[in-house]
């Protein structure tokens, strides 16, 4: 089985800009988190989206976005880039388990430098 | 509010040793679940093993053991016979079983293993 896929792999903007990053969950799963990773904050929890509908936001400014199609891949935008917002952003293909356990697997994510 | 605690910003283990790499964790929840991630420098998390709340025994999965103390809340990772290729950040994390916390990990701020030949 394919994994999770994430494009593009490294990007890099300007001040004022806006991005897209794109993410393909491993097949069958319908269910993907967005995540940000800095070495200051972390990692953070930004969105989740389960059959085209978002479930759950985590604490972003109304400038993160994001959707998901009916194929399962999801992107997410970035609009009027800060330069705090030069992060690793990673995608979770997320599986679900007995319990309502769900186990989320990651893409290899996109590196994305604002200047 | 959930919580994760890793203590360890940075570990070395000899080759082919045991390590223990801590992590705590503060919830009200009755139910979750714990998991570890393996982060090498090129970035991608790789998921190790879990355990949820629920679960009377210890996760295994290779090498890898869960040390789960429910009334201390800890649930340290376990690896045996380490390997030059275990050298990355390790994560711990959580997530809530409801279905009101779908897809939301939270995650602590990592262990940097270094395996020494």
């Known amino acids: 089985k394919a994994g999770v896929t994430q494009t593009p792999r490294y990007l890099i903007k300007t001040r004022g800009q806006q991005v897209t990053l794109s993410c393909s969950p491993i097949s069958g799963h319908r269910s993907v988190s967005w995540y940000q990773q800095t070495p200051g904050q972390g990692l953070q929890f930004l969105f989740e989206y389960f059959s085209e509908t978002q479930r759950n936001k985590g604490n972003f400014p109304g400038r993160f976005s994001g959707r998901q199609f009916s194929n399962s891949r999801s992107e997410m935008n970035v609009s009027t880039l800060e330069l705090g917002d030069s992060a690793l952003y990673l995608c979770?293909?997320?599986?679900?388990?007995?319990?309502?356990?769900?186990?989320?697997?990651f893409g290899p994510g996109t590196r994305l430098l604002v200047l | 509010a959930q919580k994760i605690t890793q203590t360890q910003p940075g570990m070395f283990v000899q080759e082919k040793e045991a390590v223990t790499l801590d992590c705590t964790y503060d919830t009200s929840d009755p139910s979750y679940g714990l998991f570890w991630y393996k982060q090498p420098s090129s970035g991608e998390m790789i998921f190790l093993i879990y355990q949820g709340s629920y679960d009377q025994q210890n996760a295994t999965e290779g090498r890898y053991s869960l040390n789960f103390q429910k009334a201390r809340k800890s649930a340290n990772l376990v690896i045996s016979a380490s390997q030059l290729g275990d050298s990355a950040m390790y994560f711990c994390a959580m997530s809530k079983l409801t279905s009101s916390n779908t897809g939301k990990l939270i995650f602590g701020q990592g262990t940097t293993l270094q395996v020494k030949p």
């Open positions: 979770a293909s997320i599986a679900r388990g007995k319990a309502g356990l769900e186990t989320q697997y």
